[in-house]
């Protein structure tokens, strides 16, 4: 039993992130002899931490406090009551909104439960008497927040519903021009009805509108599930792609044709490597390999598509287009070349195998998709452009690059290259004309 019970008092425990706000509060209640103030806090944590210290009888709480502003007080006042069953608790808030006092009793009893305005606690000593009645077991609502729960409707600002439609579409994370389409409108005409609707909502919050209120908190969560879904996509996908989809509302499945050059990479002898070597130094080698790859590739501005075993596959013209796609691409495999033979000097030292690089480019239309599930997701590139990037790097002699007749023509700046005899690949029903870049090509090459 504490000094304050053997008083008679009403121990109170007091959180608002806002000092001012607090210490008002505080002063207030300070003037009633039959309460007494044990604690505050600013945040989550305090509150919660600091009722179980200090086993109140009431708790006093903001809805919105640190660290993310969204419903905190709340959440913690169910925590407290959780761990301490039937302690009372007065919300305090600036909203007259019954959203937020449904949140609370669609899970909690109502008795020993208050919710008033800011605005209002100091007329007629609404604070001490709310905290008086929610002690013994009562509960308190501010006149207003009754209204509103009784008559939801005359209290939510006026929407129209091409305008509720518009705020749907917005939340769902489209872009202008994909609610231009699903409304048959133009780009322009959409961002002005976006602005409109907007400045209509801001006036609602401003003037305490419930309904705007929750729009608010609405568009608020919309972006927070899209920030959270593009934080997913970014650890799932290559560097890039993840951006694109949610800045275009890309879709699983959806296809775009692009023109880009493919570059595909293979170790030549890797099986007899593997044969001879530890499998847990294999795995250090392939990881030291597709390190400095995945850096050759993005430094020349190109993307890793894939990693499988030993072989390694990258565009250059997705999932943004560019023009000098050719150029990068020829770039980034004379850099694999150059990065895999400084490992390799690093490796002959260190009494390791080395690896030796055959690696093909083609260029053509591909059709860029992302494809799989919710579980697992993959953005790739299909295509005859593909298949002979896979056909031409096994021309490649170790240190080698074969070239297909599109890249060479694409190049804007002329290489030392052989040209192949025409020859037949598996898979196509025509012979493919190639070109072999001469060894000191790469090996010139700036560093």
Known sequence: MTQSDIDGKITVFLADDNLIVREGVRALLALEPDIEIVGVAGDYDGLVNGASETNPQVVITDIRMPPNFQREGIDAAKEVRKRHPGTAIVILSQYDDPEYVTSLLKEEDASGFGYLLKDRIAEEDQ?????????????????????????????????????????????EGRPIKGIAAAQRSTPGAVSEAVEALFLKIAKEASSGASGALRRLRMLHQAIVEREEQGESLSRLLPGGIAEKLRAAGGKVGETERLTVSVVMSDIRGYTTIAEHTDCGVLARLLNAHRAEM???????????????????????????????????????????????????EQWASDGLPQFGLGIGITTGDVAAALLGSDERLEYTVVGDTV????????????????????????????????????????????????FKLLDAAWRNAET
Request: one cysteine or more.
């Open 294 to 344: 995945n850096r050759a590739i993005i430094a020349a501005g190109g993307t890793v598509m894939q990693f499988v075993g030993d072989a390694v596959m990258a565009v250059f013209g997705a999932p943004f287009p560019y023009d000098d796609h050719c150029d990068k691409a020829l770039a980034a495999a004379m850099a694999m070349h150059r990065y895999q033979a400084a490992v390799n």
């Open 127 to 171: 604070l001490a008497q709310a905290v008086r009645e929610v002690a013994a077991g009562g509960s308190k609502l501010d006149p207003k927040i009754v209204s509103a729960l009784v008559n939801p409707v005359s209290s939510d600002g006026g929407l129209s519903k091409a305008e509720e439609d518009l705020l749907n579409l917005i939340a």
């Open 387 to 434: 298949n002979l990037s896979q056909r031409l790097q096994q021309w490649a002699e170790p240190g080698q690059t074969v070239l297909s007749e599109a890249t060479y023509k694409g190049l804007t700046t002329p290489v030392d290259a052989e040209a192949l005899a025409p020859a037949m690949v598996k898979g196509r029903d025509t012979a493919v004309v190639a």
